[in-house]
């Protein structure tokens, strides 16, 4: 058998991050678990394939069932949550290299901005004509 993708103590600090599978009033097959989502999500992420190609033999599911559920966590916020609990495990552990972080404008928010541009002065007198209307 193949070696587990989520650990069971790290299971233990993820299941209350997420909401409970979506239950259908008509009945039908009973929902994937979450920690068999999990496990079919991170093996599409990890392994690059394509959701429908998601082996069966995993018992995640299908590769649409994969994606529907990250796209319900993505919704509900639990990613965040998740990258705030991985990055205080890691610092805990002291294994986060910081000489390798990037910090940019889309990362942290730029609240005055900078110096601002000058205006780019016009070099002819007027605009051309439009070729297109």
């Known amino acids: 058998m193949a ?10 600090e993820i299941e209350p991050l997420l909401p409970a599978p ?9 929902p994937v678990g979450n920690r068999e989502s999990l496990t079919g ?8 394939i394509p959701w429908e ?5 995993m018992g995640c599911g299908s590769g ?7 796209h319900d966590w993505h919704e509900a916020g639990v990613w965040q949550q998740l990258h ?5 495990r890691l610092r805990s552990a002291d294994q986060i290299d910081w000489s390798r972080a990037v910090v940019d404008s889309a990362t942290a928010r730029a609240v005055l901005g900078g110096q601002k541009r ?6 002819a007198a007027r605009r051309a004509a439009s070729i297109t209307c």
């Open 3 to 12: 070696k587990p993708l989520v650990s069971d103590d790290l299971w233990e």
């Open 22 to 30: 979506r239950e259908y009033p008509k009945g039908g097959r009973p």
């Open 41 to 48: 999500i991170l093996f599409v992420l990890r392994s690059g």
């Open 53 to 57: 190609m998601l082996p069966q033999e």
């Open 64 to 70: 649409m069932t994969c994606w529907r559920r990250l």
């Open 84 to 88: 705030r609990l991985l990055l205080a």
């Open 118 to 123: 000058a205006a780019t002065p016009r070099i």
